[in-house]
């Protein structure tokens, strides 16, 4: 199994980027994918899922500025993320839980600074 991101960088805020999340090793259309991030001296959190079929959830300090999606063709989960914030600033990891294993990103770094 294999989860690589890719599409962090640095932006102003209220900027956008499109993080993507390529997978390889695992029937990747029937599983869940979420994103999660990690800021300096915090804990990892959730930022949004999305379900086999195409449901998705965000916590709620991303909900109407990030969106999750998944082209299953391509083996890859995107988050888009607009009006960007300096609270945003964080590595950015893609998840899959297989038969209860969590596998993990080596992550990308978004940093939103003026």
């Known amino acids: 199994v294999q989860l690589v991101e890719s599409g962090g960088g640095l932006v102003q805020p209220g900027g956008s980027l499109r993080l993507s999340c390529r997978a390889s090793?695992?029937?990747?259309?029937?599983?869940?994918i979420g994103w999660y991030r990690q800021a300096p001296g915090k804990e990892r959190e959730l930022v949004a899922t999305?379900?086999?079929?195409?449901?998705?959830n965000y916590v709620d300090s991303v909900k109407g500025r990030f969106t999750i999606s998944r082209d299953n063709a391509k083996n890859t989960v995107y988050l888009q993320m607009n009006s960007l914030k300096p609270e945003d600033t964080a590595v950015y990891y893609c998840?899959?839980?297989?038969?209860?294993?969590?596998?993990w990103g080596k992550g990308t770094l978004v940093t939103v600074s003026s």
């Open positions: 090793g695992f029937t990747f259309s029937i599983n869940a």
């Open positions: 998840n899959a839980n297989l038969y209860t294993v969590d596998y």
């Open positions: 999305i379900t086999s079929g195409g449901s998705t």
